[in-house]
């Protein structure tokens, strides 16, 4: 996070609950919701939202819905609920119940009937435009529409004809009647219905009258019996609204809402608009794309949800916008893989390597620790051979100063085996190192040799007992830290966020490897086994790199 804007962990809802629960509020109970708009996947910003609700419910052993917020039919759809469900799930929590908002949708249709009658709320014939022209600015009132005062049977027979099909789209729309020169231009007669014959995911063609959010939102959290209905910063204004439709409706209960600060994570986008943008346009291979901020993006790449859930709790929740920097992120999935995952030997760029003193077609197995710190992960065994295959960078033919790895007439020891020491350097006719001449000494397997310290280790496999795979290199999708600050987001894209090692050799222990399998591969960074593995092409994506190495 930014250093100068430090996040203070704070828990504020929890005294407004605990405070709540003291003067038994609520009748002493706590009920949450998380409510998503099946208009894309989840993203990491939801990721805050889901561990506070669903947190809050089982700290105070409370409950915690799952409300789909399908109200704008156009853009929503199954696939986008199912990954939603999915994604809560994988996350580690489990909701009480689960709702829709188009459960509601006659209830509501019921609730606006008794605004009308009450004299609250009015059909106008007013296009979208002249609504917003007659709305005034944050310094003049707006104008009263001319239908303001139509009468409450004209009203009713309106209303029913917009629920029967007897208008065109857009023809009219319902508001709310509040106050045309309030200060808080969302209680200026906001409109809460809108005619709109698009066929709905679970109404099908039963309705072409659609009920606003903002007059959704607050009723759905009643019907449900919800205590604290927490959101984000941009609806503390709607908040008047909120309060104004539940006090006009003979609702079983009054919900509190509570706004914290939606999280920003720098160097990514957290808006499925946008995300959306991304997929349909192909910037990247779909919602699941490692390099996407998405659950489903981070799943892919090798998040644990317990990673995600550490996020969410290191960032803390505040009233107060600030930026989180993408390292607070990665640092917590390093510290989860550094203590969970297997080491392993994967060369990615590999070098090869001749040990001329070595028997031919002679081979040893040689034990390695799968986790040097945690002895009860076990060991397994390596195939070690004349050939094998180092990191290209793991070898320079003129080291600087201090190099501790391979180069002409120095030592190394290979991991777990041998100290080597390279004898000659053979080059294609482009002078391109392709080979190593080197030799072995015997006399350095699990001992340092004699009079002389090697400091260097390097990972390596055997060239002929390796398997081939393909890794997959992400970096960050952007390469500037506010994508959303640019004229164009798509202008921030990093060009370089996906490099293809086809070349790649991993030890045959990876073999039948899972996909969503996580590893170590030792000094190259954390690696999880791809969707697109098969016994017959490993496929390895990395997570993130050992350390912090992003602009440096
Ligand atoms: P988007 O613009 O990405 O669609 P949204 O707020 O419209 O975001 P919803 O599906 O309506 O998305 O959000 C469900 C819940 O998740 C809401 O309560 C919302 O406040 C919360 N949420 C969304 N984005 C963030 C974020 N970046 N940080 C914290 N909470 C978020
Ligand atoms: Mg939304």
């Known amino acids: 996070m930014s ?34 708009e099946p208009n894309g996947y989840l993203h990491i910003g939801h990721a805050k939202s889901i561990c506070l609700n669903f947190g809050l419910a089982n700290e105070y052993q409370g409950s915690c819905n799952l409300r789909f917020d399908d109200t704008n039919p156009e853009k929503e759809s199954l696939e986008f609920m199912e990954s939603i469900e999915r994604d809560v799930t994988w996350l580690g929590f489990e909701w009480s119940q689960l709702f829709h908002a188009s459960d509601y949708f ?20 007013l ?13 003049e009132p707006g104008k009263p529409s001319p239908d303001r005062e139509r009468s ?3 009203n009713l027979r309106l209303f029913e004809g917009m629920r029967n099909g007897e208008f065109a789209d857009g023809q009219y729309v319902l508001r709310a009647k509040i106050d ?11 409109t809460i219905y809108r005619i709109r014959r698009v066929h709905h995911n679970r109404t099908g063609s039963d309705w072409c009258l659609y009920p606003m959010y903002d007059y959704t939102h607050c009723i759905s959290d009643a019907l449900e019996g919800i205590t604290h209905s927490i959101c984000t910063l941009e609806f503390e204004d709607h908040r008047p609204l909120y309060d104004w ?25 957290v808006s499925k608009r946008k995300l959306n943008q991304l997929v349909t346009e ?51 999935i390093r510290d989860d893989l550094n203590q969970t995952s297997a080491r392993v030997m994967a060369v990615l760029q590999p070098l090869r390597v001749v040990i001329e003193n070595y028997p031919e077609a002679h081979t040893e197995l040689l034990e390695v620790s799968n986790h040097p710190q945690n002895p009860a992960m ?6 070690f051979s004349k050939i094998v295959l180092i990191e290209q960078d793991d070898f320079a033919e003129v080291p600087p100063a201090g190099y501790k790895r391979l180069s002409p007439g120095q030592e190394v020891r290979l991991r777990g085996g041998y100290v080597i020491r390279c004898n000659e350097v053979v080059k294609d006719a482009d002078g391109n190192v392709i080979e190593l001449r080197c030799s072995y000494d015997p006399d350095t397997l699990g001992k340092n040799p004699e009079g002389r310290k090697v400091k260097g280790v390097i990972h390596w496999v055997s060239e002929a007992h390796s398997v081939a795979a393909e890794i997959r290199l992400y970096d960050r999708l952007f390469c500037r830290p506010h994508p959303d600050a640019e004229p164009n987001f798509l202008d921030a894209l990093n060009p370089n966020s996906l490099q293809v090692l086809s070349h790649s050799r991993v030890e045959a222990s990876l073999l039948g490897t899972v996909p969503g399998s996580r590893f170590q591969f030792e000094r190259m960074g954390y690696f999880c086994t791809d969707l697109d593995s098969s016994a017959n092409r490993l496929v390895f994506n990395r997570t993130v790199t050992l350390r912090d190495t992003w602009g440096s």
């Open 152 to 154: 409450i049977d004209e």
């Open 378 to 383: 076990g060991s397994r065994k390596i195939t």
């Open 180 to 190: 045309m020169a309030s200060s808080n231009i969302n209680m200026r007669d906001p």
């Open 282 to 332: 192909k910037y990247v291979n779909g919602w699941d794309d490692p390099r996407m901020p998405t659950i489903a993006g981070l799943r892919r790449a090798g998040y644990t949800p317990a990673a995600i859930r550490e996020f969410c709790e290191r960032i803390g929740v505040t009233k107060k916008d600030s930026w989180i920097e993408m390292g607070v992120l990665e640092n917590c």
């Open 3 to 36: 250093t100068q804007e430090t996040p203070v962990v704070s828990n504020f809802i929890r005294h407004i609950i605990n405070k709540d629960l003291a003067e038994n509020k609520h009748g002493g109970k706590v009920a949450t919701r998380f409510p998503p």
């Open 106 to 125: 006659e209830q509501l249709y019921q609730y606006a009937i008794d605004l009308i009658k009450a004299g609250k709320a009015y059909v106008d014939s």
């Open 127 to 139: 296009s979208p435009e002249e609504i917003r022209a007659y709305r005034g600015t944050l310094t």
């Open 245 to 269: 439709v539940l006090e006009q409706l003979d609702v079983p209960c009054h919900p509190q809402q509570i706004e914290f600060a939606r999280l920003q994570l720098e160097y990514t986008i």
